[in-house]
């Protein structure tokens, strides 16, 4: 079946330094969801992403969708502890319409 | 958030007992979910209902049901039969292009 693969899927860092995770779709997408989770909390709706191509901004966050709509990033400048949680992908499939989660790349960020 | 509800937040239940968990959403959206979510696997869609009286199977459905009597609330029964119920289960509501998530409810099965 048709899946979303997203790396990596934990990454350390150094408060002050960048942090990037990436999906990847068997499949082409009609559009991509990012959403964060933040220790025992729920996930919580950041950003749709709908055309090839596209790149938005949120603050010190950046969010790309590639040319193909099978894949997509999500960059985070200069990390805060405020950032650390569990990012998730989500991709519609362009022939079901479903709405499929990656596994989450969760993020510590060192004072 | 989109005014959805979980509870309790924490349940615990012996192993061969059925468990209902609830939600609850104020908004009258049409569309809701109940995902599961285990540790490294994201999110996996056990059930959605688009419309009252109405509800399709996601990708893990065996072992739970859900019912959809009443547009506001649409209740997740994990049965006797799901192999391994512990897990972290949120429930989703839909509005426009966003999916709104409840707190969850963390079930433990002892």
């Known amino acids: 079946g048709q899946q979303v693969m997203q790396i990596p899927q934990y990454q350390h860092v150094q408060e002050g330094e960048d942090f990037t995770t990436y999906c990847n779709s068997s499949?082409?997408?009609?559009?991509i969801q990012w959403y964060k989770q933040r220790p025992g909390g729920h996930p919580v709706f950041l950003i749709q992403?709908?055309?090839?191509?596209e790149v938005k901004k949120q603050k010190r966050l950046t969010f790309q969708f590639g040319e193909a709509k099978k894949n997509s990033s999500l960059h985070i400048t200069a990390t805060q502890t405020t950032d650390v949680g569990t990012y998730f992908c989500?991709?519609?499939?362009?022939?079901?319409?479903?709405?499929?989660f990656g596994q989450g790349t969760t993020l510590q960020v060192k004072p | 958030d989109g005014g959805i509800t979980q509870s309790p937040k924490y349940l615990f239940r012996k192993e061969g007992q059925n468990v209902t968990l609830s939600c609850e959403q104020n908004?009258?959206?049409?569309?809701m979910y109940w995902y599961r979510q285990d540790p490294g696997q994201g999110l996996r869609l056990i059930y959605y209902?688009?419309?009252?009286?109405?509800?399709q199977k996601g990708d893990i459905a065996e072992g739970y049901s859900v019912s959809r009597e009443k547009k506001e609330s649409f209740p997740l029964t994990v049965t006797s039969a799901q192999k391994n119920p512990t897990a972290f289960y949120l429930c989703?509501?839909?509005?426009?292009?966003?999916?709104?998530f409840g707190p969850g409810t963390r079930l433990t099965v002892l």
């Open positions: 989500a991709g519609r499939s362009s022939n079901t319409g479903k709405l499929i």
């Open positions: 499949t082409t997408l009609s559009n």
């Open positions: 992403l709908v055309k090839s191509g």
């Open positions: 908004l009258n959206h049409d569309a």
């Open positions: 209902s688009q419309i009252v009286n109405d509800f």
């Open positions: 989703a509501e839909h509005l426009k292009v966003t999916q709104y």
